[in-house]
Structure formats: structure tokens, C-alpha cells
């Protein structure tokens, strides 16, 4: 059913509705009150991602200090019961992470979709391989050539070999798990983007079986979101918080939050009007819950569920309301945004440099090694997103990746043919259909998370 269109007949009744007057000078005033507020029911694509980069923006720097442990010394700060959640909240940041990259990634499969256009789960995965491991493969060179070189590496060859691998192929978690003594320490970091790739390709599937069933859709996210707490509570009791918090399914809760507040967009309906309280309610409420799960214990029980509950409300709300001026300036703010523009790359490279520093600095104070390394941080990460992350992007948006859009079986049949008709193999960006379809899906990858 849809809304009838605001005009001057109409106009003078939805006045009477919200108490303003109807008549005279002040019906304009009313007029510009109303037509105020009918712009900012809806947020604008700046100010979404503002937000969704400005939270990124506190997620990486909490990432930071809960790895500060390797620079300087953490007990005074861990006792201090202000600063301890600040030191100590990786796990919250990284459930951020998961739920805004799980959101903006389902969402644009379901806007793909939406499109008209088929969806090939093969292609969408290679898509998402391409898109995360372009600096990944690139960290994990630098790694295996730092170990081979480096005099002060006490890591074995071999074991360095199979961690790569591991991380290259997306089951780190799964190494981490079942061989942690062997696993490589300040590779450590990288079991978020296994979980994460994982979790895609599950909701991938989900979205291509229920295409039509978006209601079926929700409810089974749901179905397993509420699994994973509970089994999560369960591993911890049974083995302990190490293995709760590596597993897929211990983690996979968060991921799956995001996506289910992708689909829940399509049932945000007559709530708009309470959309921009709860932006502003979930918000605020994201500092009481991460003193609740500022670390292992408290965040597998009950805060980390609130957490998932209070971060699906947040992302759902600044898609679809206005942020008020006061929280726009404070998570849009430029320093906020720019850190969650950067995001990836920092995640990527901070942990293995902290490690490399501490371990070449050992006379050093930690105050200088601490800044030595967080500007290595700065500046690696810097070049690592222009002289790869752009390029990644790029590829992503060549008209060579329009043709996979009809499919990888068609792709490759499309170049065997023009190999074989035509000198050279010839060149092509697929039908018009392919490439109105790889238009609908470079504009959904931009809303990719970092």
C-alpha cells in the first residue's frame, strides 16, 4: 500500500493531525515546519555513512589500545576500573566490525536482488575473496619475507608457511582452534576475517535459497543468531574463553546480527516515526554496554547479546533516520571517519608491526616504542590503501568484472568462443544486460565495509 501524495489539498489535513494551525501567516510558518521535518525522516547516503565510518573510527582505535599490551604496561591501566574497558573491549569492537560489515555486505545482496538481476553465488564469493584478501596476500608476503630475513624471529619457517595459508584460505580460526601452539602470535588478529568471509557465504546461500522469502529469511537468521549465544554461554562453561572466542559459531552471532537488521529494512514500516529516538537511544547505550563487556567473562554472557541487540537497532536507525546535529558532529567527525575509512588496513597491520617493534626494542622505554610503532602503523596502512586497496577497488569496477556478472560457466564459455572467432581473443563487456547488471553491483560494492 502506498503513502498518497502530499499537496495543497491535502496539506491543511495533515496540518490538523499534527496540532498546526491551518490559517493565515502561520499556516507557512507550519508549512516550513512540516516540510522540515518530512526531509529529515530519511537519512542521507552522506550522513549513513558518516556514521557507519565514524563507529568504524571508535572500533579501530579500541582494536589499538586492547592490543597495546605488546608496547607498554598495562597494569596500571588494568586496574584503574575508567580506563580497564577502554584497554580491554577488542571483543566489542570487533562484534562492530561484524555487524556493520555483516549489514552493508547482505544489504547489497538483497538490493542486487531487488534489481531484477540473478544472483551468482559463485561470482558474489570471488568478488568478496577479491575484495578482502587484496592487502591480506600482500601483509602475509611481507610476513613470509620479514620471517626469512629477520635475525630476531623466533618463528619457524614452516609454521609461518601453514599460518599463511591458513589465513589465505579463510580457516585461521579453525588453526587457531585445533593447533595454537603452532599458530603464529601476532597473526593472531586475522581470525576476524575467516569468521567474517565464512558467515558471508552462509547468508550468500541463505539469500539465494529464500530469494523470495524474506520473512523465511529473518526468521532463520534469527533461528541461528539466538544458537550461537547459547552455544556460545555453553563452550565457554565447558572449555573456556578461548575456544568460545574463536570458533564460527561462537562468533557468528554478530555477523548474523548484521545481516538480519539488513532484512529487517524491509520491515521498518509505520516504526519510522520512533526510527530517530532509538538512533539516539542505541547510541548512547553503546557506553554502558561496553563497560558491561569490556572483556572475555562479561562479554560472552548476556552484555554480548545486548551488544548484538543495541548494534542491530543503531545500524537499521541511521539507514533510516536522521542522526541529530550533536551525534553527526561526534561520529561524523573527520578524525572518526577518516580512522573507519582506513579501517581494514589498520586492523591488518598493526598487530604484526607492534609484535616486530616490541621484539627489536627491547631497551628501548616504552613511551618511544610506543610512538615508533604506532607511526609505522600510520604510515604502512596509508600506503598499504593506496597502492593496493585502490587498485583493488578498480579491479572491482572494470568492465572485465561486468562479464563474470552473467556467471562463471558463461564467462568462460564468452572468452573460449571469442578466443577461438576472433584474433587475439577480442575484448568485451558482455551484453547490455551484463553490464546494467555489473552497474547495480559496483554501486552495492561501495557500500562494501572496509
Same mark, same amino acid.
Given at each position: 500500500?502506498?503513502?498518497?501524495?502530499?499537496?495543497?489539498?491535502?496539506?491543511?489535513?495533515?496540518?490538523?493531525?499534527?496540532?498546526?494551525?491551518?490559517?493565515?501567516?502561520?499556516?507557512?510558518?507550519?508549512?516550513?515546519?512540516?516540510?522540515?521535518?518530512?526531509?529529515?525522516?530519511?537519512?542521507?547516503?552522506?550522513?549513513?555513512?558518516?556514521?557507519?565510518?565514524?563507529?568504524?573510527?571508535?572500533?579501530?582505535?579500541?582494536?589499538?589500545?586492547?592490543?597495546?599490551?605488546?608496547?607498554?604496561?598495562?597494569?596500571?591501566?588494568?586496574?584503574?576500573?575508567?580506563?580497564?574497558?577502554?584497554?580491554?573491549?577488542?571483543?566489542?569492537?570487533?562484534?562492530?566490525?561484524?555487524?556493520?560489515?555483516?549489514?552493508?555486505?547482505?544489504?547489497?545482496?538483497?538490493?542486487?536482488?531487488?534489481?531484477?538481476?540473478?544472483?551468482?553465488?559463485?561470482?558474489?564469493?570471488? !568478488? @568478496?575473496?577479491? &575484495?578482502?584478501?587484496?592487502? +591480506?596476500?600482500?601483509?602475509? #608476503? =611481507?610476513?613470509?619475507?620479514?620471517? /626469512?630475513? *629477520?635475525?630476531?624471529?623466533?618463528?619457524?619457517?614452516?609454521?609461518?608457511?601453514?599460518?599463511?595459508?591458513?589465513?589465505?584460505?579463510?580457516?585461521?580460526?579453525?588453526?587457531?582452534?585445533?593447533?595454537?601452539?603452532?599458530?603464529?602470535?601476532?597473526?593472531?588478529?586475522?581470525?576476524?576475517?575467516?569468521?567474517?568471509?565464512?558467515?558471508?557465504?552462509?547468508?550468500?546461500?541463505?539469500?539465494?535459497?529464500?530469494?523470495?522469502?524474506?520473512?523465511?529469511?529473518?526468521?532463520?537468521?534469527?533461528?541461528?543468531?539466538?544458537?550461537?549465544?547459547?552455544?556460545?554461554?555453553?563452550?565457554?562453561?565447558?572449555?573456556?574463553?578461548?575456544?568460545?572466542?574463536?570458533?564460527?559459531?561462537?562468533?557468528?552471532?554478530?555477523?548474523?546480527?548484521?545481516?538480519?537488521?539488513?532484512?529487517?529494512?524491509?520491515?521498518?514500516?509505520?516504526? !519510522? @516515526?520512533?526510527? &530517530?529516538?532509538?538512533?539516539? +537511544?542505541?547510541?548512547?547505550? #553503546? =557506553?554502558?554496554?561496553?563497560?558491561? /563487556?569490556? *572483556?572475555?567473562?562479561?562479554?560472552?554472557?548476556?552484555?554480548?547479546?545486548?551488544?548484538?541487540?543495541?548494534?542491530?537497532?543503531?545500524?537499521?536507525?541511521?539507514?533510516?533516520?536522521?542522526?541529530?546535529?550533536?551525534?553527526?558532529?561526534?561520529?561524523?567527525?573527520?578524525?572518526?571517519?577518516?580512522?573507519?575509512?582506513?579501517?581494514?588496513?589498520?586492523?591488518?597491520?598493526?598487530?604484526?608491526?607492534?609484535?616486530?617493534?616490541?621484539?627489536?626494542?627491547?631497551?628501548?622505554?616504552?613511551?618511544?616504542?610506543?610512538?615508533?610503532?604506532?607511526?609505522?602503523?600510520?604510515?604502512?596502512?596509508?600506503?598499504?590503501?593506496?597502492?593496493?586497496?585502490?587498485?583493488?577497488?578498480?579491479?572491482?569496477?572494470?568492465?572485465?568484472?561486468?562479464?563474470?556478472?552473467?556467471?562463471?560457466?558463461?564467462?568462460?564459455?564468452?572468452?573460449? !568462443? @571469442?578466443?577461438?572467432?576472433?584474433?587475439?581473443?577480442?575484448?568485451?563487456?558482455?551484453?547490455?544486460?551484463?553490464?546494467?547488471?555489473?552497474?547495480?553491483?559496483?554501486?552495492?560494492?561501495?557500500?562494501?565495509?572496509?
Amino acid at each position: 500500500m502506498t503513502n498518497a501524495p502530499t499537496n495543497a489539498s491535502t496539506m491543511p489535513t495533515i496540518l490538523r493531525k499534527k496540532g498546526l494551525p491551518v490559517r493565515g501567516h502561520g499556516t507557512l510558518a507550519a508549512l516550513e515546519i512540516y516540510g522540515l521535518r518530512m526531509q529529515r525522516t530519511a537519512a542521507t547516503p552522506e550522513s549513513r555513512h558518516r556514521l557507519f565510518d565514524g563507529i568504524r573510527g571508535v572500533a579501530i582505535v579500541l582494536v589499538i589500545l586492547s592490543h597495546g599490551w605488546a608496547l607498554w604496561p598495562t597494569d596500571d591501566l588494568l586496574s584503574n576500573e575508567w580506563l580497564k574497558p577502554f584497554f580491554t573491549s577488542g571483543n566489542f569492537a570487533v562484534s562492530i566490525f561484524f555487524i556493520v560489515g555483516g549489514f552493508l555486505a547482505t544489504r547489497s545482496i538483497l538490493r542486487h536482488q531487488d534489481s531484477g538481476a540473478e544472483l551468482h553465488i559463485g561470482v558474489i564469493a570471488v !568478488r @568478496r575473496y577479491v &575484495r578482502l584478501s587484496g592487502q +591480506l596476500l600482500v601483509l602475509l #608476503l =611481507v610476513v613470509l619475507i620479514v620471517t /626469512a630475513t *629477520d635475525d630476531a624471529s623466533s618463528y619457524p619457517e614452516n609454521e609461518t608457511g601453514t599460518s599463511a595459508l591458513r589465513i589465505a584460505t579463510y580457516t585461521w580460526n579453525w588453526y587457531l582452534v585445533s593447533s595454537p601452539l603452532s599458530a603464529r602470535p601476532d597473526l593472531g588478529h586475522l581470525w576476524y576475517l575467516s569468521v567474517d568471509f565464512q558467515i558471508f557465504l552462509l547468508v550468500l546461500v541463505l539469500a539465494y535459497l529464500m530469494a523470495r522469502h524474506r520473512a523465511w529469511l529473518a526468521a532463520t537468521l534469527g533461528a541461528l543468531l539466538l544458537a550461537s549465544i547459547a552455544w556460545r554461554v555453553h563452550v565457554y562453561d565447558s572449555e573456556g574463553a578461548y575456544q568460545a572466542l574463536l570458533q564460527t559459531t561462537t562468533r557468528m552471532d554478530a555477523p548474523l546480527t548484521g545481516a538480519l537488521a539488513a532484512v529487517a529494512l524491509t520491515y521498518v514500516g509505520g516504526w !519510522r @516515526r520512533f526510527t &530517530r529516538p532509538l538512533l539516539v +537511544l542505541s547510541s548512547v547505550a #553503546l =557506553v554502558p554496554v561496553l563497560i558491561l /563487556a569490556d *572483556d572475555g567473562d562479561g562479554f560472552v554472557g548476556w552484555p554480548g547479546a545486548l551488544l548484538d541487540a543495541t548494534l542491530l537497532v543503531f545500524v537499521v536507525t541511521a539507514v533510516v533516520a536522521t542522526a541529530p546535529r550533536l551525534l553527526d558532529r561526534i561520529l561524523g567527525n573527520p578524525a572518526l571517519t577518516v580512522l573507519g575509512r582506513r579501517s581494514l588496513s589498520l586492523y591488518l597491520w598493526h598487530y604484526p608491526i607492534f609484535w616486530f617493534v616490541s621484539r627489536h626494542t627491547v631497551d628501548w622505554s616504552w613511551e618511544m616504542r610506543t610512538v615508533v610503532a604506532l607511526m609505522a602503523t600510520f604510515v604502512i596502512a596509508e600506503l598499504s590503501e593506496r597502492l593496493v586497496e585502490t587498485r583493488v577497488q578498480r579491479l572491482l569496477q572494470s568492465p572485465r568484472w561486468g562479464e563474470l556478472d552473467g556467471g562463471i560457466p558463461r564467462y568462460v564459455v564468452g572468452r573460449a !568462443r @571469442r578466443w577461438w572467432h576472433e584474433p587475439g581473443g577480442g575484448t568485451s563487456a558482455g551484453t547490455p544486460a551484463d553490464r546494467e547488471d555489473h552497474q547495480v553491483r559496483n554501486q552495492a560494492e561501495r557500500d562494501l565495509p572496509a
